[in-house]
């Protein structure tokens, strides 16, 4: 994710408060920063210009898994996911972001002091940054298995969004992209896929869409629920959660990337082979366009994933 450093003066939320990303510093000795002791999340919110108004793209369900993943370190979160996802769109209120945004919720362990094991010191902060696409990938992309194995859960659970775990996906990123990959795939510790470095992996096989278990060590992917519920309704497909050989990846019809930051991401070539044609696959060309459409607020059956940030009440778009 190479987004440029953001402007010192955006406001966050920070410690319970509002503040300057500029005043919003933690202490050399915190121990987050030495032992990976901190739970993220990544949300997106979309810019409808037709709206004249920003979409939060499920966001209480995103702090809902945040509050979830943060109790296996015993972090604790105060405030409810409905709570949050009101801050979230505050912060972005009142930077009077007119962009599509990219939200990172972070809580960590907080004391300034050595020894790993954690105390009951947490801390929080919710940033958002004005963000594009992730993954450039309108053409599709060229993905390739890598050496490093994905996490197991009872080593560090895949499905938390840990701080300390992302150093397995920062090993595979990097020799996935220095291998001249635009992604890489994990596989799991007993060789089948898992997903990719920040995503998670559909595939295509005899027109069925499969994705690997959730308990294949993945993260519970939002858009990965998002994409499954469109193949359903709006496709009519048949969708498989079962576990997925690595051979698969070379015969099936369509390959693609599921996730906050990459959105859908067809896979065109994986491991210096086509898939299928080459080229960017029908199923995956009408996901892509129902999700662009869907976290936008414009397909009328999926409101209740977004939350219009600058007219809360007006648009009407919001369930509760
Ligand atoms: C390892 C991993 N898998 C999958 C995903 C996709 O999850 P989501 O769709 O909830 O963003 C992410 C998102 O950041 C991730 O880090």
Not at 194 to 223: M, Q, W, Y
Not at 249 to 254: D, H, N, T
Request: charged share 25%.
């Amino acid at each position: 994710m190479k987004s440029n450093s953001p402007d010192p003066n955006i406001l966050v939320w920070f410690r319970g408060d509002y503040c300057r990303l500029a005043d919003a510093n933690v202490n050399i000795l915190t121990h987050a920063l030495h032992y990976g002791t901190g739970v993220f999340e990544g949300i997106r919110a979309y810019w409808n210009h037709t709206e004249q108004d920003l979409f939060l793209v499920r966001a209480e369900e995103h702090f809902a898994r945040w509050k979830r993943n943060c109790g296996i370190l015993r972090i604790q979160i105060p405030e409810s996911p409905y709570e949050l996802a009101r801050i979230a769109a505050e912060v972005c209120r009142r930077n009077e972001f007119r962009t599509d945004v990219y939200l990172r919720p972070l809580a960590w362990k907080a004391s300034p002091r050595l020894g790993v094991q954690p105390d009951d010191v947490d801390a929080t902060t919710i940033i958002a940054i004005p963000f594009g696409a992730y993954l450039p990938s309108e053409n599709g992309i060229h993905a390739g298995v890598v050496s490093w194995r994905r996490i197991e859960d009872n080593a560090i659970p895949g499905r938390a969004k840990i701080c300390g775990a992302y150093v397995n996906s920062a090993l595979a990123g990097d020799e996935a992209r220095r291998n001249g990959f635009d992604e890489a795939i994990f596989l799991t510790e007993d060789g089948h896929v898992a997903e990719g470095s920040a995503c998670n992996l559909f595939l295509v096989r005899n027109g069925k869409l499969c994705t690997p278990p959730t308990t294949d060590n993945i993260l519970e992917g939002i858009t990965r629920d998002c994409v499954m519920t469109l193949a359903r309704r709006e496709l009519g497909l048949d969708v498989v959660e079962r576990s997925l050989d690595r051979s698969e990846l070379y015969i099936c019809e369509e390959l693609f990337f599921t996730g906050t930051a990459v959105e859908l991401a067809p896979i065109t070539r994986v491991d210096h082979r086509p898939v299928g044609e080459g080229t960017v696959g029908p199923i995956a060309a009408r996901l892509r366009a129902l999700y662009h459409d869907a976290v936008r607020g414009e397909l009328a059956a999926y409101t209740h994933w977004v939350d219009p940030v600058f007219h809360p009440v007006s648009a009407g778009l919001s369930v509760r």
